[in-house]
């Protein structure tokens, strides 16, 4: 018996230590960053790269935060942010009322329409970004917040998503709403929307993300640095010339910009996954 | 209170007609109960009087109203549905509530309602929890609830009870009875189960493939099936049904076998006797090999076949029968007076 328990042990033992070494490897580049934002320059460049974090700190943030190099990151933040959210708020509210139209109301090519959604799903942003482009440049919206979000706002995936769980919706349901005097928007608002809060936590995590990662279109549209968001004003950081890389000020920034997408993971987890496992019927 | 009155209803999808010009009238707080086969187009009659499914021809008339073209809403019914189709994120208040707050009621009127409604269906201490957290008898009585609270001309039932066991069913079956005789509103009822249906109607429509096969009590129903249909539909366990030739005074089975009857008819005819209509006689004319014996405990079911054929015969005997004490063979008289003649080509009543 006490064998068994002590082979269980350590068997406990040595996996715990492989994992341990496996969060190491994980963390240990975000771990550099960490120690490159605490320490000046100079500390940074000279060999051996050092490992435990220096006096800058404050400094190195409150400068990253407030001055920066092209823009200060604080509004970086800002403007990732209102494109973060606009794209996801957005998405989710477009593709609740077009999978709503899709499901429940039978027009003209309904069939149509849907696969032509459908479709755009095989797209991926960057091959219809030069027309795109064009369009958004056309209409005076580069180095707005509406040239950033307005072409990224329609989604496929959040369409498609919303069209499956209103078809396990049970037909009753609407007819009971119907003979209850609920008119289609008003079945929409107080059934509809409230039985599919959970997807839509899960789908804002993803959307959310997704909208602060956006790389490629923000570095087309966005020519002021005022208006650069924050992945992308990373790589603007870099020095074109012969100038020197500020890493300090630039690992700073990269670990700003990983914050916010890990607040909204960490803060909307339960309902993540909740969205994710299992629907209320 | 209403009247419901359908003339020449007609339903086709595409060029199949499902609903071929359905007639009744359903008098103010009559409870009507439609029954018939699955398929027979019952549910889809029920939601074309409820304004779910559009009426391809004839009219639908609430009271003086023609409703064709009128939402369930305007046409002021309320509908119980098989499975229940509460609204999952409500509490079973809210569930009673909704379709007043869409009328825009007072505050205070709907609270008024919705409480007096839970008081009469026993569901005062469940008013804040949600359907999820109910019994299936609650939620039933939650979907009643939502059709109570609204004061509608017209209740309609879509097989409110299938998804109960069958004990609840039965007291269910007694409540929905008692609420309606209370509450003295008119309804319509669908069910496939003819104990239901003759336990609950006023009167009873008895549909067969979208054809109204008859309409009427019960006990006319049972006693007087109109068609070769309602003979078999209707009673449990269902009527014996022979078909056989009459002439002058009897019936001729193709077996052979001469059953004297009181029938005027001298063409081919089916005959249909009731399991307790069937006398046990030595000298009885009708002659059944014995199998399964079912003790019912104030009766005993003898299930067999017409001597020398694999036609199915059910009799009744009351008391208690063994298989032993039975035998094999048993012979029945079958008296004209308990006789039901149906013509054979139309399944009519003769």
């Not at chain 1, 924050?230 to 990983?258: E, N, R």
């Not at chain 2, 079973?92 to 007072?106: E, G, H, P, R």
Request: charge should be neutral; glycine fraction near 6%.
């Amino acid at each position: 018996m006490s064998g068994m328990v002590e082979k269980t042990g350590k068997a406990t033992w040595l996996i715990h230590l492989g994992l341990i070494i496996g969060i190491g490897i994980v963390c240990f580049p975000i771990y550099l960053a960490f120690i490159a934002s605490s320490v000046t320059q100079a500390e940074l460049v000279r060999p051996p790269m050092p490992l435990l974090p220096g006096d800058q700190l404050v400094e190195n943030y409150s400068r990253a935060l407030f001055s920066g190099i092209n823009a200060p990151v604080w509004r970086m933040l800002v403007n990732s942010m209102v494109m973060a959210l606009g794209i996801a708020i957005g998405k989710i509210i477009i593709s609740l009322m077009s999978a709503f139209a899709i499901v429940y109301f039978r027009f003209p090519f309904r069939a149509l329409f849907f696969w032509l959604i459908f479709m755009t799903l095989m797209l991926p942003v960057e091959v219809r970004i030069v027309p795109t482009y064009v369009v958004v440049a056309n209409f005076g919206m580069l180095n707005s917040y509406t040239g950033l979000i307005l072409p990224l706002i329609a989604s496929a995936t959040a369409t498609f998503l919303f069209r499956q769980f209103y078809m396990t919706v049970p037909d009753e349901l609407t007819e009971a709403a119907r003979v209850d005097g609920a008119s289609p928007m008003r079945f929409f608002l107080d059934i509809l929307l409230p039985m599919s809060r959970t997807n839509i936590a899960a789908l804002f995590v993803i959307l959310f993300i997704y909208g602060w990662n956006q790389y490629l279109w923000p570095l087309l549209m966005t020519t002021e640095p005022e208006m650069n968001t924050i992945v992308m004003g990373i790589k603007q950081m870099f020095p074109s010339g012969d100038d020197l890389t500020d890493w300090p000020l630039i690992m700073a920034t990269a670990l700003l910009a990983m914050l916010p997408p890990v607040l909204v993971v960490i803060f909307m987890q339960r309902l993540f996954i909740k969205g994710l496992v299992d629907t209320e019927k | 209170m209403s009247t419901v009155t359908l003339s020449d209803v007609r339903k086709t999808y595409g060029k199949t007609e499902i609903i071929h010009g359905v007639d009744f009238d359903i008098n103010d707080q009559e409870f009507v109960v439609i029954v018939g086969p699955s398929g027979c187009g019952k549910s889809t009659l029920l939601r074309m009087i409820a304004g779910l499914e559009t009426i391809s021809a004839g009219t639908i008339q609430i009271d003086d109203r023609i409703v064709n073209d009128l939402e369930p809403m305007e046409r002021n019914i309320a509908m119980v549905f098989q499975n229940y189709a509460l609204y999952p994120h409500m509490s079973v208040y809210d569930n009673m509530a909704y379709s007043l707050k869409i009328a825009k009621l007072d505050k205070s009127e709907i609270r008024e309602r919705v409480e007096r409604t839970a008081a009469l269906l026993q569901l005062s201490d469940y008013l804040q929890r949600k359907p999820r957290e109910l019994s299936g008898g609650q939620r039933q009585r939650v979907a009643m609830g939502r059709a109570i609270v609204r004061k509608p001309d017209v209740f309609l039932f879509d097989e409110p009870l299938s998804n109960l066991d069958a004990k609840l069913r039965v007291q269910m079956r007694l409540e929905i009875r008692k609420l309606q005789r209370d509450l003295r509103v008119t309804s319509v009822y669908v069910t496939h189960d003819q104990v239901e249906a003759m336990t609950l109607g006023d009167r009873l429509m008895v549909l067969n493939d979208g054809y109204v096969e008859q309409f009427g009590t019960p006990i006319e129903l049972y006693e007087k099936p109109a068609t070769r249909f309602v003979a078999d539909f209707i009673g449990s366990p269902s009527m014996n049904i022979l078909r056989g030739t009459a002439d002058s005074g009897a019936i001729t089975l193709e077996t052979g076998v001469r059953i004297p009857s009181d029938t005027q008819a001298t063409n081919e005819v089916d005959m249909g006797i009731r399991p307790e209509h069937l006398v046990l006689s030595d000298s009885g004319c009708l002659g059944m090999e014995t199998g399964m014996v079912e003790q019912l405990g104030s009766n005993t079911l003898v299930h067999g076949f017409l001597t020398g054929t694999r036609i199915p015969l059910v009799a009744s005997l009351p008391g208690v029968h063994s298989e032993r004490s039975i035998g094999l063979a048993l012979n029945f008289d079958v008296p004209p007076h308990a006789q039901h003649v149906f013509d054979s080509k139309t399944g009519k009543r003769l």
